[in-house]
């Protein structure tokens, strides 16, 4: 008997291969994942945000009317303007302007880069991290799944933020350069990798644990593989599928994260924002009745990370049998 | 056939598995350290180009004798030896490799030992990439262009009945029989002369197993393959053994040709297997199920094993370990005071 694995990964549209002529696109579109996809109008929005937010980031020195960190665009005598609907406006300004004369929605846009990037480099970081860490913890078990699995007990007890200022602190002592913008943008995906890895090791120590005992593992021990290749080429593909979930989830958690840091002050720099480093410096202004100056990557920050989390959510549903 | 030369030889095979609680637990519970012998002084030798079968119930270390010989698994003690060179879990010398690719094996459940998200031509391809192309002498020879490989490939799916074009399929698009002709082809990738089969049709539907049985013995006599052939189920190995040994408990209880042992059985455990089977039993007789259940391997019964459900058991059978003498363990088959069980 075999089981049957918690959460079915298998992206595969099952066919009876007379459609094989066919292109993976049609395929895909023919699946029970899309099918599940287009069920729900809340995943499809979600999904349409999402990337509408990814266009807007990847292309964001192109479509933004402004480039923010350029002083001969910025002017002071422009600095908190209102949104064009309000009194007082610029029409040049669609969603005002910061305490800098900035344009709020090319700071944005701008902030929406910086922060997906984070987000996505730092999610990377620890899925590599991660995935890597488990599968040997599960594949060679004994002391050396002991010994991951209780770094991971401990890494669990450090919040982000320390971590993040733990990694400040190490980087600039071996720098010892003054300036922390140079290094704050690593300093950033580095915490964010070191603070979420432990999910993804646990994920995929789990799965092989479960696929190391598959007789497709025995018959690749038959032919002399060795440990590295079996791990790379016949575990690592099919451990993924639940690393696919967590990387979106932690996506949404990881933008977070930056955005607390950076608010916090511990993140990114006003000259290099993010969209946390965008709300901690319109916090200031908040009181003062400048509200778009907080509000607009407030509300930004809050639509990326609701929309992605749902994806997430919808992804993790589509992949495991048991709850459809 | 007699005459043909030994191809894998097992020497006194046998292994045991830890199965204590962990460490701490086993502490403070105050408890030994609890062993389970899976295979206990295993001996045994296949000549080229036959079938030698294992039987025996679940859990009698069929499969774990299976994946010693092949080197998947360590024994505690004993040795493998395929012409002579001793086969050992984990060695990576030239030698070990040349070895290697001459032994195969194929496995129970065919939905399991192909790889899902490999399309089946990679997973057949795998071993000639690992060991280049099957040459009559052996050996290893240059890595195989991929034009070549993917005939090979195309050659092997025909070979189990396959369509050359299903090399661009994946596993799940195939039912149990054809996964398993699949595995089959892999297995003969590299041209090995040695396969251990792991009851490699229990998994599938009655009415491909004898095709899956059939197509296996037409490659033996067309490649000249030899057999280690493990199954539970006696019609299965009456249609495919020359020779077979029955194990009880980690011992191998009676070995023989397979003629003679299916139509005088020696061993009173080897009668009752039989007694089990409908379809071999001589007419008019009833089939009996298979009486009492097999004890644990952690703490056998002392003396022979198979003492508590023998109806023929003596005082001695109690105290005494009958060692397999002639082809069978039994004190009273040896001294000649079994009643005849052929009938
Ligand atoms: N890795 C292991 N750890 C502990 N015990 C094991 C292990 N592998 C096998 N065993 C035990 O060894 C004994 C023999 O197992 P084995 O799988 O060889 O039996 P089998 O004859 O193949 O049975 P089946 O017909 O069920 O496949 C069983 O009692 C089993 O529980
Ligand atoms: S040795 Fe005794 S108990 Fe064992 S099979 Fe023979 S007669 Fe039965
Ligand atoms: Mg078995």
Redesign the pocket.
């Known amino acids: 008997m075999t089981a049957e694995p918690l959460i079915d990964t298998d992206i595969t549209p099952r066919t009876d291969g007379t459609d094989e002529r066919r292109g993976r696109f049609a395929r895909l579109l023919d699946s029970d994942i899309m099918a599940s996809f287009l069920a729900s109008k809340l995943t499809v929005l979600a999904g349409f945000v999402t990337f509408a937010f990814l266009i807007i980031a990847l292309f964001a020195p192109l479509i933004a009317p402004f480039n923010p960190f350029d002083p001969a665009q910025v002017f002071l005598i422009d600095a908190r303007d209102p949104p064009i609907w309000m009194a007082g406006s610029d029409p040049r300004f669609l969603l005002g302007t910061d305490d800098q004369g900035r344009d709020m929605l090319s700071a944005l846009f701008y902030g929406l880069r910086v922060s997906l990037l984070i987000g996505g480099l730092g999610v990377l970081l620890s899925a590599l991290i991660g995935v890597t860490l488990g599968l040997i913890a599960g594949y060679a078990g004994g002391r050396i799944d002991a010994l991951i699995m209780r770094i991971a007990d401990i890494q669990l007890t450090f919040p982000a933020i320390l971590i993040a200022l733990l990694v400040d602190g190490v980087v600039h002592a071996l720098l010892k350069s003054g300036g922390r913008e140079d290094t704050a943008f690593g300093v950033m995906v580095l915490s964010i990798g070191l603070s979420f890895w432990v999910q993804y090791a646990r994920t995929v120590r789990g799965s092989t644990l479960v696929e190391r005992n598959k007789d497709y593992v025995h018959a690749a021990r038959l032919i002399g593989l060795r440990s590295p290749q079996i791990l790379w080429r016949h575990v690592l593909p099919n451990v993924l599928g639940p690393v696919l979930v967590i990387a979106t989830i932690n996506l949404a958690l990881a933008v977070i994260t930056e955005a607390t840091l950076s608010f916090l002050g511990v993140g990114l720099p006003p000259t290099q924002p993010s969209l946390g480093t965008l709300i901690r410096i319109g916090n200031a202004y908040l009181f003062s009745g400048e509200w778009w100056i907080v509000a607009f990557p407030g509300i930004t920050l809050a639509v990326l990370v609701i929309a992605v989390n749902m994806l997430g959510d919808w992804l993790r549903d589509a992949l495991n049998p048991r709850l459809r | 056939m007699s005459e043909a030369r030994t191809l894998v030889e097992v020497e006194g095979l046998r292994r045991t598995?830890d199965?204590s609680r962990p460490w701490l637990t086993r502490m403070l519970a105050r408890e030994p350290q609890r062993f389970?012998k899976?295979v206990d002084g295993v001996s045994f030798d296949i000549k080229a180009g036959e079938t030698f079968a294992i039987v025996?119930e679940?859990?009698?270390?069929?499969?774990?004798v299976a994946r010693m010989v092949v080197g998947l698994l360590e024994a505690t003690a004993g040795k493998v030896t395929i012409d002579r060179f001793e086969i050992r879990a984990g060695a990576d010398s030239v030698e070990a490799r040349r070895v290697r690719r001459r032994i195969q094996m194929i496995f129970q459940d065919p939905f399991a030992s192909l790889n899902p998200r490999w399309r089946v031509g990679d997973i057949i391809a795998e071993p000639i990439i690992a060991f280049g192309m099957p040459k009559p002498a052996g050996g290893r020879d240059d890595a195989p262009s991929p034009e070549a490989t993917r005939r090979r490939v195309g050659e092997l799916l025909g070979l189990v009945g396959l369509d050359p074009v299903d090399a661009r399929k994946y596993p799940h698009q195939f039912s149990g029989g054809q996964r398993q002709r699949i595995a089959i082809a892999r297995a003969l990738a590299a041209g090995p002369d040695f396969i251990a089969c792991d009851?490699p049709t229990s998994a599938l539907d009655v009415s491909v197993q004898a095709q899956i049985l059939n197509l296996m013995r037409d490659l033996q006599e067309q490649l000249g393959l030899t057999f280690l052939f493990?199954s539970?189920n006696l019609s299965v190995v009456r249609h495919m053994a020359t020779r077979v040994g029955v194990?009880y408990l980690g011992k191998l209880v009676e070995i023989g040709n397979a003629a003679e042992l299916f139509a005088r059985p020696r061993h009173p455990y080897t009668r009752m297997l039989l007694d089990s089977v409908p379809d071999l039993s001589m007419v008019g007789k009833d089939r009996t199920p298979v009486a009492g259940e097999i004890p644990s391997?952690i703490d056998p019964p002392k003396g022979c094993a198979f003492h508590p459900r023998c109806k023929f058991a003596v005082d001695i059978c109690r105290i005494d370990v009958p060692p397999l003498i002639d082809g069978v363990a039994c004190h009273l088959a040896q001294d000649g005071r079994l009643p005849d069980l052929s009938s």
């Open positions: 598995f199965v389970l899976a025996g679940s859990g009698s270390g069929k499969s774990t009851e493990i539970h194990m391997p």
